[in-house]
């Protein structure tokens, strides 16, 4: 993987070739998810953090009406006019500018055009986030090209709503919000239904969470996604009938929730309900057992989130079943879990930092056996939030 270094001196050559002027630096980091997956859309409580590996950009202002600019990993340009900012499928990646620009504007901030040219080192497809990295990055830029006293929750918001009403896919908040407001060494709590947060300190001792990636490509994520959405949405229609709630985590504080339950007949519906609910109640025994340093517990919650995406959520699928059995089975392993949107991507595993070399080739190997694919195993700590790099 490309280091920070060898970036930051390719984006200060490509900028100087394609633009005037001397540019300022950015960075917004990708996140992984501890726990809590899948409910940010269900009211539930997540535990991402941001990641060291993330999106640069070199920027600065060009005077004119419009953002110019380059990504270095697609090798593509393009221009946006600001005073006509609407979705356009053929542009690809610049509709995620498009989209941040947009509703910044939209806000009541008032800036003008800008020069960008954007690198990262987050693997593509990987489920790492790189589109909410993006996201932020551009809200970061303008933030601090044009002086605007735009909060991080609210590029949060922002982003997700670029997300949400600009690309049409109906994820939830929890990417762009563990990006926006990442800190070192911690987890954000984060309550997706009030967005009330807590920094959770992340003290792993003698472990370490790495990251496997799957490398499968990712295909009908969007729309098994958007099914997903769907069906928890007619299941908390029917709950509603019986209890008085708004979302389905809700039912995580009432301690006849397996009865309540009982009333979805529908045995698909029944399941995803039942992972939102479990899967709210294991965040919070996970951050207990962070504050007791209790790891094996944090292991043994990390397989039951995986089993239940697997059995219950149904969004895990043959390489990432593959990858975390064969974490398991591997040195120096406590316990392994898909990570993010899931059917493919990466998953993480809380790892003895010595055993680390042998987990790597076990896991490696026992992928291959069992899907022909290579795995990758990536090693990240956990880093701060969007920033200018001076
Ligand atoms: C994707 C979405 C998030 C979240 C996760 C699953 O990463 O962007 O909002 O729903 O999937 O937890």
Redesign the pocket.
């Known amino acids: 993987m490309k280091d920070d270094k060898k970036i930051l001196e390719n984006l200060a050559k490509v900028f100087a070739e394609k633009f005037p002027g001397n540019p300022r630096k950015f960075f917004a980091p990708s996140r992984i ?1 501890i726990i ?6 269900n009211g539930g409580s ?1 535990l991402p953090c941001a990641i060291e590996i993330g999106t640069y950009a070199f920027a600065r202002e060009n005077g004119l009406n419009k953002i110019r600019a380059y990504s270095v990993n697609l090798e593509s340009y393009g221009e946006l006019d600001l005073e006509n900012l609407v979705y356009d499928k053929n542009l690809g990646w610049l509709n995620y500018l498009g989209g941040m620009a947009k509703y910044i504007k939209e806000a009541g901030y008032e800036f003008s055009g800008f020069d960008l040219v954007v690198e990262g080192n987050i693997p593509t497809g990987s ?1 790492l ?1 790189s589109s ?1 990295s993006l996201e932020v990055l551009v809200g970061q830029v303008i933030k601090s090209l044009f002086n605007l006293e735009i909060s991080y929750v609210d590029l949060a918001i922002l982003g997700m709503k670029t ?1 949400n009403d600009y690309l049409d896919l109906q ?5 762009q919000f563990a990006i926006a407001m990442g800190r070192e060494n911690s987890a954000i709590l984060l309550d997706t239904a009030s967005l009330d947060y807590s920094y959770i300190d992340v003290d792993l001792k003698n472990l370490e969470i790495l990251i496997l990636n799957t490398n499968k490509p990712r295909s009908l994520v969007e729309s098994k ?1 958007n099914e997903r959405r769907e069906e928890t949405q007619t299941a908390l229609y029917i709950l509603k009938k019986y209890v008085d709630i708004e979302n389905i985590c809700q039912l995580s504080s009432f301690e006849n929730w397996e009865e309540i339950l009982l009333h979805i007949e529908d045995k698909t519906l029944y399941k995803r309900a039942r992972h939102c609910v479990e899967e709210d109640l294991r965040v919070k025994a996970m951050v207990k057992a962070m504050r007791d340093e209790d790891y094996q517990k944090m292991g043994k919650l990390l397989d039951d989130s995986h089993r239940s995406l697997r059995d219950f959520y149904q969004v895990t699928g043959k390489e990432l079943d593959a990858i975390t059995e064969g974490a398991r089975m591997a040195e120096g392993c406590l316990g392994a879990r898909m990570t ?3 059917f493919s991507g990466c998953a993480i595993a809380l790892v003895e930092k010595e055993a680390k070399e042998k987990f790597s080739q076990q896991v490696k190997a026992y992928y291959k056996e069992k899907t022909s694919r290579n795995a990758d195993i990536i090693s990240s700590n956990i880093g701060s939030g969007p920033r200018e790099i001076l």
């Open positions: 998810n809590g997956e899948h409910i940010d859309y997540t489920g986030s909410a997300e994820t939830g908040i929890m990417d996604y993010g949107g899931g």
